[in-house]
């Protein structure tokens, strides 16, 4: 089902999926950043503002019209949300000698995902193979009552490579509404697409038109110009290539530059990793489990039989960038990274997997 | 932990050459003050009483950095009294803002600065009380965060390690979900190489981080130094930013000596 909707009727989406009881959740500016938080209607988005992403740089840019859709992918991960960076596990309480565990209830209000850009779905789905089976109660929780509607990038940011990945610009799966976002001349419309039921029962109690050849054609040449317009690429042979090359000497020189900061990681919209804290209170009568997002660029992190397993940073950095695009394969069947570009752009120094990647499979590296 | 049957342990707060703000954090824990003081014999804290309980003590609590001579043998006395010592601060962790000494001629700075040099008796340094005695625990922060407070407290009264993890300050910046001011401001920021503790204060208030907390576990220093350098910071810019609160630690020692550094 596809359906043009002028701003009005995009307003109208975003009011009835508040009407019905989801926290809208979409891009905002922030401390001068396109970010995510929850959105009251389309007034809060970033209309008219784009981004200039590159390596450890990010910049605000204005637009001459005002498009809502005319940034890349959002400073935030869209994960925040199903697997929030703390969730508590249990609470146990001490009361005269007995203790009773209490189990916390999942149960957020139900979300939807307003503007999410295909990268960003596919991550979603990634995220899925990892905590829907075995099932994670929080994120199963959330993601069964998630609504998603996507957006098709008409202007993909300098470090974005969706279309190496196979997962962008256009939304081609797990999206309930796709808005491809269209301008004839001053003619500010949206081109709707519904996939799922209740995303054509959405559409339907929405104002529209149906769209014509020229819509259809219209949207077909933005997502064309956005496949051409990447801003990075990654060849898919490289990876293997690189995963035989294990005491390469570029991971030295990454490791050199690395700060093992784990931004990467943070920022990523399919790392999972986390660790769990136990505390208790004062009294000594309560205690807590916590999970925390944690990452394989801190040294707790591989801490076995009383040492960190990877010490050495370039190991850290070897480990993250071979299980994103190499074990993750074998892990869950498919690679670990959509293309999105965060990690490079939110690299405090700037540090490009896919130039990294290129070093390791072009160089033999002398004797290996 | 427990000093004897029925009673509560027994908890000693002591000051060297400090300026009282982390001590001030325990009296700024209004909600849980109380009880704290149920559940520990509050034996020896003059900020907040002078009334002193002898020792032994479970836990001691110790702010501030060695300067004196007579530091030196006051730190072995409360080491020798106390089961537990957690150090406090920077100060107490790193040697804190007063070891810039440690990289100047004292007679120098004690000529200029005060009109009659020869009534004051100082060491030449100001270090860390791990450098002069064992320490159980160290807690970072100028000042140190509360909430870390609490939880080491609790953690020694439950005989368990505290959660004090040792990665950077990026890690809570980015679960509090900041945008990097590094990254997408141009503001230089230590969070990178900086200890975790202060839950990214600085951060979430557009402000890079000034690394209060001292180094993470694995400080490259040397990779930030390029980026803030390629950011337009001066070398004078670099040694000061560096050469702070915990200016004696390594690697911030070298990071803000330019002419020393490797
Ligand atoms: S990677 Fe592709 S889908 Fe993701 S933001 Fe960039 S252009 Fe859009
Ligand atoms: S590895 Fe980098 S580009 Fe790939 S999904 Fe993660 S953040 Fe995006
Ligand atoms: S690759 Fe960049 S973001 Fe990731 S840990 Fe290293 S310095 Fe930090
Ligand atoms: S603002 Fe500072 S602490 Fe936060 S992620 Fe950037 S470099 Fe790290």
Request: charged share 20%.
């Amino acid at each position: 089902m596809a359906m043009m909707l002028s701003l009005d009727a995009v307003a109208a989406l975003v009011d009835h999926l508040r009407n019905d009881g989801r926290k809208v959740i979409g891009p905002v500016l922030r401390n001068a950043t396109i970010s995510l938080d929850e959105i009251d209607g389309v007034d809060d988005l970033p209309a008219g503002w784009t981004e200039h992403q590159d390596g450890g740089s990010y910049r605000l840019e204005r637009l001459d019209r005002p498009e809502l859709f005319g940034h890349a992918t959002p400073a935030l991960p869209w994960k925040s949300w199903l697997y929030p960076p703390r969730t508590m596990l249990m609470r146990a309480n001490r009361d005269n000698g007995s203790v009773t565990i209490e189990k916390p209830t999942p149960g957020a209000e139900p979300f939807a995902f307003f503007g999410i850009r295909s990268c960003d779905v596919h991550a979603l789905d990634i995220l899925d193979r990892v905590f829907l089976d075995p099932a994670d109660p929080t994120y199963t929780a959330r993601r069964e009552k998630l609504f998603v509607v996507a957006a098709t990038c008409a202007r993909p940011g300098g470090t974005c490579f969706c279309v190496s990945m196979g997962t962008g610009p256009a939304p081609s799966i797990g999206y309930d509404i796709a808005l491809t976002e269209l301008w004839a001349g001053d003619r500010h419309e949206f081109l709707a697409r519904a996939a799922t039921d209740r995303g054509r029962a959405l559409l339907g109690r929405l104002e529209g038109r149906a769209p014509t050849e020229a819509d259809l054609a219209a949207a077909d040449h933005l997502v064309g110009n956005a496949t051409q317009n990447m801003g990075r690429q990654l060849d898919p042979t490289h990876p293997t290539a690189a995963a035989e090359r294990y005491e390469h000497p570029q991971w030295e020189a990454v490791a050199r530059r690395c700060l093992a900061c784990a931004n990467c990681t943070m920022v990523c919209p399919t790392c999972f990793c986390s660790t769990t804290e136990d505390t208790t209170d004062l009294s000594g009568a309560v205690s807590e489990r916590w999970r925390r997002w944690d990452s394989c660029f801190a040294l707790d992190f591989s801490f076995l039989a009383g040492a960190p397993v990877r010490s050495s940073t370039k190991s850290r950095y070897r480990q993250w960038l071979l299980h994103k695009l190499v074990t993750w394969h074998d892990q869950f069947g498919t690679s670990g990274c959509v293309g999105c570009g965060r990690c490079i752009t939110w690299c405090p120094v700037g540090i490009d997997l896919t130039a990294e990647m290129t070093a390791l499979a072009l160089d033999p590296g002398g004797p290996s | 932990m427990n000093s004897g049957a029925g009673s509560r342990p027994k908890l000693a707060v002591w000051k060297f050459a400090s300026c009282d703000g982390c001590q001030l954090t325990l009296l700024d824990c209004e909600d849980e003050l109380l009880e704290v003081a149920g559940r520990v014999e509050i034996a020896h804290f003059l900020e907040a009483s002078s009334a002193r309980l002898a020792g032994p003590y479970d836990l001691s609590l110790v702010e501030g950095s060695i300067t004196t001579a007579h530091d030196v043998d006051r730190i072995q006395e409360v080491r020798a009294e106390s089961k537990s010592l957690v150090t406090i601060g920077a100060c107490s962790t790193a040697g804190g803002i007063q070891a810039l000494r440690n990289f100047s001629d004292l007679d120098e700075l004690l000529s200029v600065v005060y009109a009659t040099p020869s009534f004051l008796s100082t060491l030449d340094t100001s270090t860390p009380i791990s450098d002069h005695v064992p320490v159980d625990f160290e807690l970072r922060g100028c000042p140190i965060d509360k909430r870390q407070l609490l939880e080491v407290i609790g953690a020694f009264l439950a005989g368990r390690k505290p959660n004090v993890p040792d990665h950077c300050v990026c890690v809570e910046c980015k679960a509090r979900g900041n945008p990097c001011v590094l990254v997408a401001h141009g503001t230089p920021c230590l969070g990178p190489v900086t200890h975790a503790g202060c839950g990214a204060l600085c951060p979430a208030f557009n402000r890079g981080c000034y690394g209060c907390f001292g180094p993470m576990e694995s400080p490259n220093v040397e990779s930030l130094i390029c980026a803030l350098t390629e950011m337009g910071m001066p070398p004078e810019d670099v040694d000061r930013v560096f050469h702070t609160f915990n200016a004696w630690s390594e690697p911030f020692r070298h990071a803000g000596r330019r002419e020393e550094r490797p």
